[in-house]
């Protein structure tokens, strides 16, 4: 089993920052891959980004690239979502989910296919 823990979510007005962590615990070196995924109120859960355990290979999704940056730090265990340049649209409660098994690239954006999943941290941006 992997327990994870979110933080560093609030609001914060267009244009800023806000870094998100998650701090994964238990049986940690099983994780194979971990990813941020958001819900916003009255719409599906949607994929963000992840990163490989291994070898911190990353993919996110076109919405958010070049201003959403994963990263993970296996010392301590757990992987960051530094988010620069927030809109309104990034309004949503942000999950962190992590999974042993080996997936190809193309299925890390699956929410279904994660194990593990955090309790969620809320992010609000004012226009």
């Known amino acids: 089993q992997v327990q994870l823990v979110e933080s560093g979510g609030g609001l914060v007005q267009a244009g800023g920052s806000l870094r998100l962590s998650c701090a994964a615990s238990g049986r940690t070196s099983s994780i194979y891959v971990m990813a941020w995924f958001r819900q916003a109120p009255g719409k599906e859960r949607e994929f963000v980004a992840a990163?490989?355990?291994?070898?911190?290979?990353?993919y996110s999704t076109d919405s958010v690239k070049g201003r959403f940056t994963i990263s993970r730090d296996n010392a301590k265990n757990t992987v960051y979502l530094q988010m620069n340049s927030l809109k309104p649209e990034d309004t949503a409660v942000y999950y962190c989910?992590?999974?042993?098994?080996?997936?190809?690239?193309?299925?890390?954006?699956?929410?279904?296919?994660?194990?593990?999943w955090g309790q969620g941290t809320q992010v609000t941006v004012s226009s």
């Open positions: 990163v490989r355990w291994s070898d911190s290979i990353t």
């Open positions: 989910a992590a999974d042993d098994a080996v997936m190809t690239i193309n299925r890390w954006t699956r929410s279904q296919l994660y194990d593990y």
